[in-house]
């Protein structure tokens, strides 16, 4: 069965600093998607930003971008110029290829320090 | 376009309770599916469904039921509340599943079973 890991439960960043979330995750298969969501307060929950496995170019959105390490199962979230709208959950999901079966890691709470 | 609606917000059950759990979408989008989301254990898959009359079992299936008689609605009935149950609910659609298209999310059931 296929994981994922976030292995911080908590991470604070100073306002307009750059930081950066963990994920790893397993699985046997080649062709998969991951994905990192945004869970505000609100409890919303909102795609931040999404991989293709079979691109070896990291994805970015605006001020999102990942490090996505295919062999090493690693998949980062890197947040440039950190704003306080971006304190929130972080969960970090792993997709099959053509599933609708998402698995989540447990989640990292970043608090943005103004 | 409201997008996906759960109701209620908020739900306080008694053990051995019954309830339904409504979710609707109006998007035309053929994949549903529910989540609930625990305190260090991110969000996992309870039932999903492909299609009107087309259901399965996900991670947690146990005390839940669903059904899926129409395109639009997607109801999580709990048939005998535990307290286990204790969770936030999340219904999600998606047009031909997540390779394809971003999972959008309802806004979540709080539910507490004493």
């Known amino acids: 069965a296929q994981t994922v890991t976030q292995s911080q439960p908590e991470m604070s960043v100073q306002e307009a600093e750059t930081v950066t979330l963990s994920c790893t995750y397993d699985?046997?298969?080649?062709?998969?998607?991951l994905f990192w969501y945004k869970q505000p307060p609100s409890r919303q929950m909102i795609l931040v930003i999404r991989?293709?496995?079979?691109?070896?170019q990291n994805a970015t959105e605006n001020r999102f971008s990942v490090n996505f390490q295919k062999a090493a199962k690693s998949f980062s979230l890197k947040i440039s110029d950190s704003q306080l709208g971006d304190a929130a959950m972080y969960f970090c999901?792993?997709?099959?290829?053509?599933?609708?079966?998402?698995?989540f890691g447990a989640g990292t709470i970043l608090r943005v320090k103004s | 376009n409201a997008g996906v609606t759960q109701t209620p917000k908020f739900q306080v059950l008694k053990t051995g309770q019954s309830m339904t759990l409504q979710c609707a979408q109006d998007?035309?989008?053929?994949?549903m599916s529910w989540y609930r989301q625990d305190p260090g254990m991110g969000l996992r898959l309870i039932h999903y469904?492909?299609?009107?009359?087309?259901?399965d079992q996900g991670e947690v299936p146990n005390g839940y039921n669903v059904s899926r008689s129409t395109t639009e609605d997607f109801p999580l009935r709990l048939l005998s509340a535990a307290p286990s149950q204790t969770s936030v609910y999340f219904c999600?659609?998606?047009?031909?599943?997540?390779?394809?298209?971003?999972?959008?999310f309802g806004n979540g059931t709080r539910l507490t079973v004493t």
């Open positions: 991989q293709e496995a079979y691109k070896q």
């Open positions: 998007m035309n989008h053929e994949y």
């Open positions: 999901a792993y997709d099959m290829e053509y599933g609708n079966k998402l698995v």
């Open positions: 699985t046997s298969e080649s062709d998969y998607y």
């Open positions: 999600a659609s998606t047009l031909q599943g997540s390779y394809n298209s971003p999972l959008h």
């Open positions: 469904s492909v299609g009107a009359g087309i259901t």
